[in-house]
C-alpha cells in the first residue's frame, strides 16, 4: 500500500503516515497472529477434496493441492472451506424433497 499503491495513484505518504499505517495493522493483527497456528493449505475447497472408499474411516477423505501449505492460523481452511465460493451446497431440508 505505501510503496506501490498510494505512489501509483500520486500520493507519497511521509513518515509520520507510514508509522501511524503500521501502528494501525500491528494493533488489527496482534490477536490474529497471537492465534494457535498450524498447517495451513491455503486453498482448502471442496475440489481438492476427494473421496477414497477403499479406506477405513477418517482415511477415506484425501486432500489435493496442498503445494502451498504454510504455518497460519488453525482457523484459515475452515472459513476456506465454509465459504467455498466456488460450490453452492443446498441445505439439508432441499435435500429431503
Avoid: C
Avoid at 506501490?4 to 507519497?12: C, V
Avoid at 500491528?26 to 490477536?31: M, T, V, W
Avoid at 477434496?49 to 503445494?67: N, Y
Amino acid at each position: 500500500m505505501l510503496d506501490w499503491y498510494l505512489p501509483d495513484h500520486g500520493a507519497d505518504p511521509s513518515a509520520s503516515l507510514r508509522a501511524e499505517f503500521i501502528a494501525i495493522w500491528r494493533d488489527l493483527l496482534a490477536k490474529p497472529a497471537a492465534s494457535p497456528r498450524t498447517w495451513v493449505l491455503r486453498d482448502f475447497h471442496s475440489p481438492n477434496l476427494i473421496w477414497l472408499d477403499q479406506r477405513p474411516g477418517v482415511e477415506k477423505v484425501g486432500l489435493i493441492d496442498f503445494q502451498d501449505t504454510v504455518l497460519g492460523p488453525a482457523a484459515y481452511d475452515l472459513a476456506s472451506l465454509l465459504q467455498d465460493a466456488r460450490i453452492d451446497v443446498p441445505s439439508r431440508s432441499s435435500l429431503r424433497s
